[in-house]
């Protein structure tokens, strides 16, 4: 079996919504599979010592400007939403409930909540939102809010993330290709030449 290229992504992140467009593409030119992690990055910044990029002083406002270039560049619809960041529980929780049941619904999922955050500028935080963005998928809303408040998928969210800061996962998002671990979005060219080469 050929392994998979694990993709760590917090629904919060601006890179991560961007590298979600392209990490399937770059796995399927490599003849691969992609295992998609959400994670809540909430507890691996407090860890690191880091902070959002929003947040940080000239990092920020660059920041700020290379979304809005990335957007360009891959036309990728694009708004800085308002409030931002937010904390995304409910489409963590909801994605992971997916998962076990369907990973490609829960991919497809993931794709739907970063759009409504970062495409449209809808706050994903609300549980009711995420059932809204959940529904045209044919997914229940019910339940969708119940898998929210059921104490597995609390659990397996916090699990998960646990696992993430346990493996070095340091932000969003993150890959691992044959193990070998690469972050953010313009490390998307050298995870492709990782796979297209077996490392270096």
Not at 11 to 19: E, I, M, R
Not at 25 to 51: H, M, N, Q, Y
Not at 93 to 99: Q, T, V
Not at 161 to 168: D, I, M, S
Request: charged share 25%.
């Amino acid at each position: 079996m050929t392994k998979a290229v694990e993709f760590y992504f917090e629904f919060s992140s601006p890179y991560g919504y961007f590298a979600c467009h392209q990490i399937d593409d770059l796995a399927e030119r490599a003849g691969r599979e992609t295992r998609w992690r959400a994670f809540l990055l909430g507890p691996i910044l407090k860890v690191s010592g880091a902070r959002p990029l929003a947040s940080i002083p000239v990092k920020g406002e660059y920041s700020l400007h290379d979304w809005e270039r990335l957007a360009r560049l891959w036309n990728i619809p694009w708004v800085y939403p308002d409030p931002f960041p937010i904390a995304t529980l409910a489409a963590g929780r909801a994605f992971y409930w997916l998962d076990d049941r369907d990973p490609k619904l829960a991919k497809q999922f993931a794709k739907a909540a970063y759009h409504a955050y970062f495409g449209e500028g809808r706050d994903i935080t609300p549980v009711e939102v995420v059932a809204d963005v959940a529904e045209p998928l044919g997914i229940s809303g019910a339940d969708i809010v119940a898998a929210v408040n059921d104490e597995q998928w609390k659990d397996r969210l916090k699990s998960e993330t646990e696992r993430a800061l346990e493996r070095g996962v340091c932000g969003s998002p993150f890959m691992f290709a044959d193990g070998e671990g690469f972050w953010g979005c313009d490390r998307l060219w050298m995870v492709e030449k990782w796979l297209m080469d077996g490392g270096w």
